[in-house]
């Protein structure tokens, strides 16, 4: 079958294969055939060893296809069934998972270490254990979540990942106040889901934050009140919090100098919500005078930071309603042999999301 490959960690193009095989099927796994995935900067990070991921292996975590087979002793599932992919299951039985913060279960995580696909030259890992930018992908039956037949796939693709967690981060971890004062800083797929996510909960000033015009003209139509460069920004606070910074600042950059700068750009008792996925040696400088007067929360968001089946419910619940506009986030459609023009859109910033239609 066709897929992307990634050879060496830090190349920058991917190349398209048809001599690629999914691999490890047997009991408790399921065969998917994918039918749409989204490009997501996490799959640019873990290209360029920003995110830890052995190699080769063929990116993309958002997915969303039917089942073509199951292994023995899956129930629940059957052959034709229109599914999403859950690169991060729960297990339901560690101690994460018994206190209800099924988004922190590191079960998935066991399986990103073993290839799920093979080339006649070896074996291929998948990234996050899954690997959407390929025909079909062998994952454990967890990762499959039935979706309901209104959901078209590429919606399902992105409400895998970047969908629930913008979301997520503001109506689960920062539970966003009405009336309050928000900054999203980094305004892609998952920033826009973040400014969606505080609209939704009654924010009434929210401020997009990014360096590409196109996303700043973006955010506007999802729910921006305004929308300023980086450079603009401490003009923003002034203007619209009289300097004492905003009630909550997303940071959906995942480096420490934004992270230094949301911290900054918060008021006194404020939030910081941390949703950017970033590098292991990249260290945030905070100090402890600042930390303890200071009071403010900060408050890191896995995957939404809350159950991801929930999630979905609810993502798929509010973009029915007509309150969520997820269409308008998939700016470009490409097929696996366009990829490469779509990375470097997303590199540039010029793309919210790419939808990959395989």
Known sequence: MRAAVLHEIGQDKLEVLDDVEAAGFGPGKVKIRVRATGLCHSDVSAMNGVLPQPA?????????GEIIDVGDGVTGLAQGDRVLLCWLPA???CPACKRGQTQLCLAGFMNAGTPNFKRPGGDVFGFAGTGT???EVVVDAGCAVPIPDDVPFDIAALI????????????????????SSVAVIGCGGVGISAIQGA??????????????????EAALKFGATEAVSPDELADAKQRITAGEGFDYVFEVVGKSATARTAYET????????????????????????????DE?????????????????????????AGRIDLEGLITHRVGLAEINEALDQMRTGAALRTCIEI
């Open 91 to 93: 297990c339901g039985a």
């Open 266 to 293: 918060t008021r006194r008792g404020g939030t910081l919500c941390v949703v950017g996925a970033g590098a292991m040696d990249d260290n945030l400088q905070l100090n402890m005078f600042e930390l303890f007067f």
């Open 160 to 179: 895998g990942c970047g969908v629930t967690t913008g979301l997520g981060a503001a109506i689960n971890t920062a539970d966003v106040a009405a009336g």
């Open 56 to 64: 080769p292996f063929i990116p993309g975590h958002e997915g969303a």
């Open 296 to 320: 403010k929360k900060i408050l890191p968001s896995m995957y939404g930071g809350g159950d991801v089946l929930t999630s979905y419910e609810r993502a798929i619940a509010l973009w029915r």
């Open 133 to 135: 930018f390929t025909e």
């Open 199 to 216: 609209r939704l909960k009654g924010a009434a000033q929210i401020v997009a934050v990014d360096p590409v015009a196109s996303r700043r």
